[in-house]
């Protein structure tokens, strides 16, 4: 009797370990496929470049992982080696993903590293690049081509799902300098050693349920732009060589890179190949740090949601300002006017604000949260600020609509502010409560998936991550 006594503890025992193990279990899946031109096109980011790319320094990949928890909830994080990827492009990919994977828009994040060393794509940056039919033909061809092999890339993850470890760890990388330089009293491009940024280098590794690593998820809040625009040679910038030096560290595992919120952040110093593999060096250098340091588990249930704000413009141009600029000796000026009396004429008016798309991603206590468009560091440091505990903020992210300043940038001007809505094809610069609804609609997403932001009293005050 008490031998039969023990059997049944024995067995009560095993199945309530068989039913509480998997409430952390945690599965993850990798992917890659080489997204590299085979033909010439129109290089992305500098809109001065006067010829397509000649050559390459290494390959352009779009990586993806996939993470499944407990009860088959399921993310895929996409990243591109690409300057950016039009809002139309993800949701045509997300479709496909949806009627073929089940998956629903919420679930992908798509983020790009910014690099200025990539091709064109369609739809992005219209007021940038003055291509003549042939060029824009291949752009239209090799953008194509991208959507057929993320399709391929979301499902080669999801089929790749295996049990595993995540965790996550924070270290620094140095070269990140904020470009907003006062000079003769107005703002300009160049060196602010005092300005704001963020260096911070968050890190999740994937590991199988044996210990070996998989993949490395990592992040920086740069521009990709140390190889500037007399460069005609594809390649992933300080973030592409980070991610080949890391592979090399890690046989078999694969890095990918999401880029933060640093529309306002340059590589320091700049302008030559073998600058673009030190940064990576220096970035990968962080990474490892990272790894090697305490590393806290990630695991518990998978939750996304998508949802949007409208951001308001400012005053509207006229028809007659606008016809004012067409004699504008700058001649992106001038056809941005052209293309603003062309709506005119067709609609009767231009829009009055952009449909801003935001993200909420989490997996057990790691929240990361993706924001369209060329978003500033500020919004980075207050949202990790206001939302607590494990953030992550990633720019670039679904969408690459404009420039996403912060409001107290509207005081001082600036490219980010003016300028740059003129070669994102915007009719105007942004009213300032757009860093309010922005922040506003990134709490509402985090509070319906159980994330509460922290009370003013518990923020920290801003502050830079050095």
Known sequence: MKQRCALIALFLLAANLTIAAPANEMKAGLARVTITPEKPVWMAGYAARTKPFEGKLHELYAKALAVEDARGNRIVIVTTDLLGIP?????EIAEHANKSYGLKRGQILFNSSHTHSGPVLSGSLVGAYDLNAEQAESVRQYTAGLKQKMHRLIGEALRDLAPARLSLGRASAPFAMNRREWRDGQIANGVNREGVVDREVPVLRVESTTGTVRGILFGYACHNTTLTGQ???LSGDYAGFAQLAIERAHPGAMALFVMGCGADVNPYPRSSIELGEKHGDE???GVEEALRGPMR???GAVRS?????PIPFSTLPTREELRGRLGDANPFKRRHAERMLARYARD???MSE???TIQVLRIGELTIVGLAGEVVTDYALRLKRELGGDVWVAGYSND???YIPSARMFKEGGYEVVESQIYYDMPAPYDPALEERIIGKVHQLARSIGRAPVSTKEAQPRKESR
């Open 297 to 299: 588990p990630v695991a």
């Open 87 to 91: 809002g139309a492009l993800t949701s």
């Open 283 to 285: 970035l990968a250098a």
């Open 400 to 402: 690459l609509c404009s």
């Open 348 to 350: 009767g008016k231009l």
């Open 231 to 233: 460069f005609h040679l």
């Open 305 to 309: 949601i998508l949802g949007g704000t």
């Open 354 to 356: 952009y449909p801003y």
